[in-house]
């Protein structure tokens, strides 16, 4: 039977970290398709993140512009970070950037990291999708994905990375990379076991969340990845855990919510996913893993400490 969080009290503490939240996103201004649709409650979804056990939340960057709003929300509370680096459907901008070459816009990214290491978690969000070649084609992909190795090896942070149907040229650039960073994440997982133990074999761990928890395929993926090599993320406001995925049925917890167009302060809104989600997706992985929740929690918290180079 599930549960809202704080009904049933516990002695124990989950000690959580979202890898990789889109929290510039304008939903969490109140903003949808350009329509003020409530007030931005994002204070309240960080609010309501630490209640739940979120200890930190990473911001994702995904071109230098969204790097630097990222960067701005970071620094307002200790509890969030973020990257720098280019998405590869957005590796364009390498090009299209007006009054700017594709060296000086690599080097705006290093020195963005540069003067703001203590809240830098990672380069990124780097790497192919073969999935939206519409926006940005194979080629551009390719170039820019290994040129921001550049960064990683200058700064020495790890790689935020995106893989979507393009795993074989993925890891040949990895491979051929693997001196110029320390380690990295693979976030929203949805590839297949080998592909996962080969990331692995490489250095990587494997960022899980609710796109890769979809089909009973993903489960059987999630469910033999060793834990060590773990990380949970909510990919927020996308990559929600919706009844209909193979995975709803190993959620414990429910939190209430309402239609933007029914907003109240302190719930949620329906089917714009938040950090505080990310106890759904411990749930689900540990009933996969054959784990208790608070000993996976602390596991993949070791684990995401580890790559980020954090205090435990």
Not at 5 to 34: C, E, H, W
Not at 74 to 102: D, I, M, N, W
Not at 124 to 148: S, T
Not at 245 to 252: D, F, G, V, Y
Request: contains cysteine; proline residues 4%.
């Amino acid at each position: 039977m599930r549960r809202f969080l704080g009904i049933m009290a516990t002695s124990r503490k989950l000690r959580m970290i979202d890898i990789g939240a889109n929290l510039t996103d304008p939903v969490f201004q109140g903003m949808y398709r350009g329509k003020q649709a409530h007030p931005s409650d994002l204070e309240d979804v960080l609010a309501r993140a630490r209640e739940t056990g979120v200890e930190k939340i990473i911001i994702t960057g995904g071109t230098l512009k969204d790097s630097e709003g990222a960067l701005t929300m970071a620094k307002t509370t200790e509890q969030l970070y973020c990257t720098v680096g280019c998405h590869p459907t957005r590796c364009g901008e390498f090009e299209g950037t007006a009054g700017t070459s594709p060296e000086q816009y690599l080097e705006q990214l290093l020195t963005l990291v540069e003067e703001n290491k203590s809240k830098v978690a990672a380069i990124g969000e780097c790497g192919l999708d073969y999935d939206r070649l519409h926006f940005c084609d194979k080629p551009l992909q390719l170039k820019y994905f290994e040129k921001q190795f550049y960064l990683s090896e200058k700064t020495g942070l790890p790689l935020f990375l995106h893989c979507r149907n393009a795993f074989g040229d993925f890891i040949d650039i990895i491979e051929r990379n693997r001196t110029r960073f320390s380690g990295g994440v693979v976030h929203s997982f949805t590839g297949t076991l080998p592909e996962a133990m080969c990331a692995i074999e490489h250095g990587l761990y494997i960022g899980i969340n609710g796109c890769s928890l979809k089909t009973a395929e993903n489960l059987e993926v999630v469910r033999a990845i060793p834990a060590d090599k773990l990380m949970i993320e909510t990919d927020a406001p996308w990559c929600e855990m919706r009844p209909t995925h193979a995975s709803s049925k190993l959620i414990e917890t429910s939190f209430p919510s309402k239609k933007k167009e029914r907003w109240e302060r302190g719930v949620a809104v329906k089917s714009r996913n938040e950090p505080r989600n990310i106890l759904c997706v411990l749930e689900a992985v540990a009933k996969l893993q054959k784990m208790d929740k608070f000993e996976l929690a602390d596991q993949i918290y070791r684990n995401t400490c580890t790559l980020f180079k954090w205090a435990i």
